[in-house]
């Protein structure tokens, strides 16, 4: 196969996968973005986090609420956990990298908050900690995972969505969570603004 095929092939693989996936998370999209809208509603706020690219979904996620979207309106609460070197470095050399992410939460989260968790795999062991430590501060979470669902699916309780984008390959994961959150912040805005 020369490389433009190969090319034409991942734009049929992305866009096949939104295609077969889109049925089954519609329906969960619309209850997190209900729930996120209901949090901010209450001067509450949303907390997110991942490692690598999930990071830079955690992040992409948290400028849309603070700056807009699509639409004009004022700035929405949100964190990501992600972009403080100076926090992250700390907490990992004092105790270690899998706490990166719950000591914040611990620290910040409230029980009105959500948390946005963000793993491909759902076996990130960092993100399996911020997840118990939202559950401790009685916040919902909101997890993005990939594959199964891994350990993730495992600690989520009836309060919590699940927005598994069912796959085995990272990179196809990754381009529907980058759907799932325009998506997240298009349904925000219509619940806030109208359409």
């Known amino acids: 196969m020369d490389i433009e095929e190969r090319i034409k092939q991942h734009f049929n693989d992305s866009a096949s ?20 809208v209901e949090t901010l509603m209450r001067d509450a706020k949303i907390l997110s986090c991942g490692n690598g690219g999930s990071a830079g979904d955690a992040q992409h996620f948290s400028s849309e609420m603070l700056n807009r979207f699509e639409q004009e309106r004022p700035g929405l609460a949100a964190m990501a956990l992600t972009t ?7 907490i990992s050399n004092d105790y270690s990298f899998d706490q990166i ?48 669902g891994g350990q993730i699916a495992e600690l989520l309780n009836e309060n919590d969505v699940h927005l598994c984008v069912a796959s085995n390959s990272t990179a196809r994961i990754q381009e529907v969570h980058l759907l799932i959150i325009h998506c997240l912040c298009d349904a925000i805005d219509c619940e806030l603004l109208g359409s």
Do not use: W, Y
């Open 17 to 36: 996968l939104k295609v077969n996936v889109r049925d089954t998370l519609s329906g969960p999209i619309a209850l997190a973005a209900h729930l996120i």
């Open 84 to 90: 403080d070197t100076s926090t992250i470095t700390s």
């Open 101 to 148: 992410f719950s000591k914040q939460v611990r620290a910040l989260g409230q029980s009105q908050d959500i948390l946005l968790a963000i793993s491909t795999s759902g076996n990130s062991k960092n993100i399996i900690e911020a997840i118990g430590a939202a559950h401790e501060r009685n916040m919902r979470v909101i997890a993005m995972t990939g594959r199964k």
